[in-house]
């Protein structure tokens, strides 16, 4: 117990945006506190820093960055929140009529696409607190009247292992969405964690993607939603995680695990020997570039992890194709300016693999890394407009951007399909 009355003041001396809520929160999961448990602190393992098929020589990778140095060793990460949905009641709480959220130029009723006469479609929205202490939030947007809270998220039992229960993310419509997220910004040291697998979100073949019918992603977008269909494993954004159009989300991300089914085919994958062009279950591990050429539709450029390598900016390439009907372990990492993103389970080309890779945000001007003055972000600042959004700096001298994580379907006219989540975990680096 004394290490837990100590927990407290150093959580928010880390933590400076952590809320009074969460923070309580964190105290009584460390400690063994009240609320849904999340069992006794636990410590886990760190992974190595890559394995999987030989790389070979990756076709003109950018230069190496720094690997794991001054990151958690082993055995030093403790849990202060999780959800394994084994005691989790969802109900069938009712939704309210929609009100877009005013958060920047591409939010669904922003100036960018006020310029253009897009008015948002009659729509419905549904917030709320999961897990001990609310330290998960879950938000759904539906444009159907018809459609039950329990359509989009429930707890069912495991697909591999009824005995077992997680959490089932559907869209059932493209015009559906549904996001979990942290409640509260990021701690300063962390690491997230979950399984995530049993995807149904698209082929990445010719036909309808997924889709039950092939009709245009609007009101946002022109073109036809079959194009594109996938989820997020998990993503680090730099503003409160909530359904909103695509282009919004592409413009808030930092660093992305994620899977787009998509044809005509845009991507590449690594089969363990060369990059194919396919849109089949690619997997993508992703920093954004902040000084990448970006377009109002579609954010900054990618830095893509694949073949071993950070692959030159503005690439698509995927790491690997995941499969049918398997689970995946998934993490996303951050020690000071360097983030870490890790993927295992069994894929099409590497086999059973685990896929890790560290960027230095710093170093690489990953799109708005830097969440306080401490975090000298000065040779990333760009004061040019954003595209199509004048007067609205890229990347300001002075201000910063908290992290946030994200997982499931966050697009309003795009994606249709299912997804499975269990064992969302929360770690920070255990006091000295």
């Not at 849904?36 to 990778?61: C, F, I, K, R, Y």
């Not at 830095?303 to 692959?311: E, F, K, L, T």
Request: glycine share 10%; hydrophobic share 35%; charged share 20%.
């Amino acid at each position: 117990m004394a290490r837990c009355r100590g927990l407290f003041p150093r959580l928010m001396r880390r933590v400076p945006r952590f809320s009074l809520v969460a923070a309580a929160s964190v105290l009584a999961l460390a400690c063994g506190g009240g609320g849904t448990p999340a069992g006794p602190a636990t410590t886990s393992p760190d992974a190595g820093t890559s394995s999987g098929p030989p790389a070979g020589p990756a076709p003109g990778p950018t230069p190496g960055d720094p690997g794991d140095a001054g990151a958690p060793a082993d055995g030093a990460w403790v849990t202060v929140a999780a959800e394994d949905f084994e005691h989790l009641a969802l109900g069938d709480p009712p939704f309210a009529p929609d009100v877009p959220p005013d958060d920047g130029p591409y939010s669904d009723a922003g100036s960018y696409f006020r310029g253009l006469g897009v008015v948002p479609p009659a729509a419905f929205r549904l917030a709320r607190a999961l897990g001990a202490g609310g330290w998960l939030t879950a938000e759904s947007y539906t444009r159907s009247a018809a459609t039950r809270a329990s359509d989009l998220l429930s707890v069912v039992p495991d697909p591999a292992n009824p005995a077992n229960h997680v959490l089932r993310l559907a869209s059932p419509a493209h015009s559906d969405a549904t996001i979990v997220r942290s409640s509260a910004p990021l701690p300063e040291r962390y690491r997230v964690s979950l399984r995530a697998g049993f995807a149904r979100f698209g082929d990445g073949r010719p036909g309808l993607n997924g889709y039950p019918a092939d009709v245009t992603a609007g009101p946002w977008r022109t073109d036809s939603v079959t194009t594109q269909n996938g989820f997020y494993w998990l993503t680090i954004l730099d503003a409160t995680p909530r359904p909103h159009n695509s282009t919004w989300i592409h413009h808030h991300r930092k660093v992305v695990i994620d899977s787009d089914n998509n044809w005509p085919v845009w991507s590449e994958i690594f089969d363990g020997q060369r990059f194919v062009a396919s849109g089949e279950h690619p997997v993508m591990m992703m920093a954004i570039d902040g000084r990448g050429e970006r377009t109002a539709q579609t954010g900054e450029p990618f830095i893509p992890w694949s073949a071993g390598a950070w692959q030159p900016a503005g690439t698509i390439r995927a790491v690997d194709a995941y499969l049918d009907g398997e689970w995946y372990d998934v993490s996303v990492e951050r020690d000071g300016t360097r983030f870490t993103l890790q993927i295992s389970g069994r894929f099409r080309h590497g086999g059973t693999s685990t896929y890790r890779a560290t960027i230095d945000a710093a170093e690489r001007c990953v799109w708005h890394f830097n969440r306080s003055p401490s975090e000298d972000a000065s040779r990333c600042v760009d004061a040019t407009s954003l595209p199509g959004a004048p007067g609205v700096p890229a990347w300001p001298a002075g201000e910063s951007w908290p992290d946030w994580f994200m997982l499931g379907d966050p697009h309003e006219n795009y994606y249709a399909g299912e997804v499975y989540y269990d064992d969302i975990r929360l770690e920070v680096p255990r006091a000295p």
